[in-house]
């Protein structure tokens, strides 16, 4: 079974800093999908960004971007010049290629941006 | 692209009484899941919908838990019977076909059993 492990509970950033993330995942499949979602306190979790696990580039989108290293099964992200609405909790998924393609979520990281 | 819907968003209810929640997916998304949040955790997976083939049901699912998708638009997740340990975010996510799509999710609908 897939597992994802987001070891930090919690992590706070000045604003206009640079803050990582970390994420690793267990898995057997040799082809998949990672994502990070953001869910603000009392607001749906949007999707911030995703990586396919076939492409050796790291995903960018704006101010974040991941450093997916497949070896070791780490999909970490780095939030750039970090915003007040930046804070929020961070989930890292990951689904398999499959029909189905159900997200298997860690537990969650809090992040906190200090003014 | 209205988004994910779901209602009601909250709901409170005594122990032993039955729930229905609703999720009306974005339109021509033909995947549809249900996920369970409580507090402080991630979501987890509770069933899968591909049209209105309900294809996969987590072990999480137990019998008390039922979920449909009739016309393979909105579905429904009831819980019947409920239980204290029942309370929690209920997620609902859609996506289009394709390996890899995106899941949107919705607002959730918090239940609260008392």
């Not at chain 2, 229905?20 to 919908?49: A, K, M, V």
Request: charged share 20%; glycine share 6%; hydrophobic share 30%.
């Amino acid at each position: 079974a897939q597992t994802v492990t987001q070891s930090q509970p919690e992590m706070s950033v000045q604003e206009a800093e640079t803050v990582t993330l970390s994420c690793t995942y267990d898995t057997s499949e040799s082809d998949y999908y990672l994502f990070w979602y953001k869910q603000p306190p009392s607001r749906q979790m949007i999707l911030v960004i995703r990586q396919e696990a076939y492409k050796q580039q790291n995903a960018t989108e704006n101010r974040f971007s991941v450093n997916f290293q497949k070896a070791a099964k780490s999909f970490s992200l780095k939030i750039s010049d970090s915003q007040l609405g930046d804070a929020a909790m961070y989930f890292c998924a990951y689904s398999y290629t499959g029909a189905n393609s159900k997200l298997t979520f860690g537990k969650g990281i809090t992040l906190s941006v200090r003014p | 692209d209205t988004g994910v819907s779901q209602n009601p968003r909250h709901k409170i209810t005594k122990r032993g009484q039955n729930v229905t929640f609703r999720c009306d997916p974005i339109s021509e998304h033909n995947r549809l899941y249900w996920y369970r949040q409580t507090l402080g955790q991630g979501p987890e997976f509770l069933t899968y919908f591909q049209n209105e083939a309900q294809l996969e049901k987590s072990r999480l699912l137990s019998d008390r838990f039922s979920a449909e998708r009739p016309k393979g638009s909105f579905s429904t997740l009831e819980i019947q019977r409920t239980e204290q340990g029942d309370s929690a975010m209920y997620l609902c996510a859609s996506r289009s076909s394709g390996t890899g799509e995106t899941q949107y999710f919705g607002p959730g609908t918090r239940l609260l059993v008392l």
